[in-house]
Nanobody, 115 residues
Framework: QVQLVESGGDLVQAGGSLRLSCAASGSIFSIKYMGWYRQAPGKQREFVAGIPTGGDTNYADSVKGRFTISRDNAKNTVYLQMNSLKPEDTAVYYC?????????WGQGTQVTVSS
């Protein structure tokens, strides 16, 4: 069993920055993929950024140039650096990891951007 725990969500003013973290624990041998999704009130969950093992990062068009995803394999942790935040970035942010062919999800962390 694998558990993901996110942290770093907060209330921030537009134009500000936040860094989200997501650490995995449990029976982990290798993590093939790490990513971030978000869900705003009344909307479906949407892809934000992803980083496969040994592959290129990819981003949603809405966050390109503002968000940066990175990972620390030794710590089984994925990060999301969010800069130039906008009110439309307000959402619950979820991390996801692909471990042994199964997708795991964190509980979510709230990011609120005030105008």
């Amino acid at each position: 069993q694998v558990q993901l725990v996110e942290s770093g969500g907060d209330l921030v003013q537009a134009g500000g920055s936040l860094r989200l973290s997501c650490a995995a624990s449990g029976s982990i041998f290798s993590i093939k993929y790490m990513g971030w999704y978000r869900q705003a009130p009344g909307k479906q969950r949407e892809f934000v950024a992803g980083i496969p093992t040994g592959g290129d990062t990819n981003y949603a068009d809405s966050v390109k140039g503002r968000f940066t995803i990175s990972r620390d394999n030794a710590k089984n942790t994925v990060y999301l650096q969010m800069n130039s935040l906008k009110p439309e970035d307000t959402a619950v942010y979820y991390c996801t990891m692909l471990v042994a062919g199964r997708n795991y999800w964190g509980q979510g962390t709230q990011v609120t951007v005030s105008s």
